[in-house]
């Protein structure tokens, strides 16, 4: 019988490494255009075409590479449209000048000078810059990979991160949730919660420089996720030494996908360059029954986005899943918690959510100021 509750010093280095040894098939991932260095590399009209065909079939493809499979995949050409890479990444440009005239400090994981780190640079995007915001987030791989990971109504948050020459690898880890805390609180939930903690984060990243292998893209250990106890072991220095030893980089290029499962054994790597400026706008995604690690204020994106967004709708410039992508990214798709004495709910279980609220302006063509009414209200309802 498994324990219920793991110890980290009782953890056997021998049965992670039997995982970390294996090797994907092809011929399990038909969709995938190949395998390097045990990472599954897809292309993006390849993915796009699937989708026509049969898009559960997809879906549950790119579930099985992150859960049984190596744990990580790329997408390559997953933003076609380099325009859209530049204009983003000169909103970064703008941000990060904004807030150096603040003193912001460098992130937590490098010293001040080597990194940048832009947090919530999905509203920081959206307040500067309507149209970059849009063009970005009606990705329908994006949302495919999304939905995949961890079903409808999940919550996008995003962190700019820019890793200058000379910047450092950071040590192995697992990440959100349970990777960002301690071993010993993290052994004091039952193994099934552990297990489930992977299960409410996707981590991605969409490259928006190129990186050579010398730029020091993410470190990756392969099937390291079906480890039942990799939050109490990433801490351990035989585990550590072993991930040195065994990880494995991919390069990539600007508007390639990266994602994987926020239980594999990852570390950004050194920026051995001269010149390489290695630039990503790091997803992490989490469930609709999970807390994300920032406060996002989606009232404030929405009202910032509605406008450009409805003469886009009215123009019919967005097809149905690039919509269905950018209201999934930027507003609530799931009802609760709320204040069911004010948001009760009508003709079902649940009250009207964010995003309903949204297709129903757009729908209805509600003015501007008529959905930052609706919007009000909406949040009124929910306040204890």
Known sequence: MTALYLQPERLDLAGFTALC????????????????????????????????????????????????????????????????????????????????????????????????????????????????????????????????????????????NVVRPGGQAQQPHRDYHLGFQSAADASRFPLPVQQLSQYLTLQGAVAHSDMPLASGPTLLLPFSQRYEGGYLAWRRPDFIDYFERHAVQLPLERGDMLFFSPALFHAAGSNSTEDVVRTANLLQVSSAFGKPMETVSRERIL??????????????????????????????????????????????????????????????????????????????????
């Not at 920081?124 to 990971?149: G, H, M, Q, S, T």
């Not at 709910?345 to 100021?369: F, V």
């Open 21 to 160: 040894e294996q090797s994907p098939t092809l011929a399990d991932y038909p969709l995938a255009a190949g395998i390097e260095r045990r990472v599954l590399v897809y292309r993006a009209p390849t993915l796009n075409a699937a989708v026509q065909r049969d898009r559960t079939e997809v879906l549950a493809e790119l579930h099985r590479a992150l859960a049984q499979g190596p744990g990580v995949l790329v997408i390559k050409g997953g933003y076609a449209d380099q325009g859209v890479i530049e204009r983003n990444t000169a909103v970064f440009g703008r941000i990060f000048a904004e807030e150096a005239e603040r003193g912001a400090a460098a992130d937590h994981f490098a010293q001040a000078g080597h990194n940048g780190r832009i947090w919530n640079s999905l509203q920081k995007v959206a307040e500067r810059d309507a149209e970059a915001f849009i063009d970005y987030y009606a990705n329908p791989l994006l949302a495919l990979v999304c939905e995949a990971w961890l079903g409808p109504w999940y919550q996008m948050t995003a962190q700019v």
């Open 303 to 384: 009202r910032h986005l509605y406008p450009a967004l409805l003469a886009r709708y009215r123009q019919g410039q967005l097809a149905e899943p690039e919509l269905s992508a950018l209201i999934a990214a930027a507003a609530d798709g799931y009802s609760f918690p709320t204040n069911l004495d004010r948001d009760p709910p009508l003709g079902g279980l649940a009250p009207q959510t964010q995003q309903q609220l949204l297709r129903q302006a757009l729908e209805e063509g509600w003015t501007e100021a008529d959905f930052g009414r609706q919007l009000s209200l909406s949040q009124q309802k929910r306040q204890a």
